[in-house]
């Protein structure tokens, strides 16, 4: 069983970054799929950035230029680097690691850190 643990958000001015980490309790195969998603009050969550197949990356429109995800096998942790942060940013974000196999999808999430880009 896969545990995610978030850490890194808080209170930032618009134009701050902030990093968002993600530690795994079990190792995180290079091959699984990982992510990191959001969500803002009223709204549905949305996927934010993902790394699929090691090293393959991709991006909300919204998010490009300005987010970077990334992930340190040998600390089996997911980053999310966000820059130039804008008030809209403003949602609880969660790390998502997807663990496919044969008869199906597991999909684990951390409990979710909020962050929070005033004007």
């Known amino acids: 069983q896969v545990q995610l643990v978030e850490s890194g958000g808080g209170l930032v001015q618009a134009g701050g970054s902030l990093r968002l980490s993600c530690t795994a309790s079990?190792?995180?195969?290079?091959?699984?799929?990982v992510g990191w998603y959001r969500q803002a009050p009223g709204k549905q969550r949305e996927l934010v950035a993902s790394?699929?197949?090691?090293?393959?990356?991709k991006y909300a429109d919204s998010v490009k230029g300005r987010f970077t995800i990334s992930r340190d096998n040998a600390k089996n942790t997911i980053y999310l680097q966000m820059n130039s942060l804008k008030p809209e940013d403003t949602a609880v974000y969660y790390c998502?690691?997807?663990?496919?196999?044969?008869?199906?999808?597991?999909?684990?999430w951390g409990q979710g850190t909020q962050v929070t880009v005033s004007s």
């Open positions: 079990g190792n995180i195969a290079s091959s699984n799929a």
């Open positions: 998502n690691v997807d663990q496919v196999r044969p008869y199906g999808t597991n999909r684990f």
């Open positions: 790394i699929t197949g090691g090293s393959i990356t």
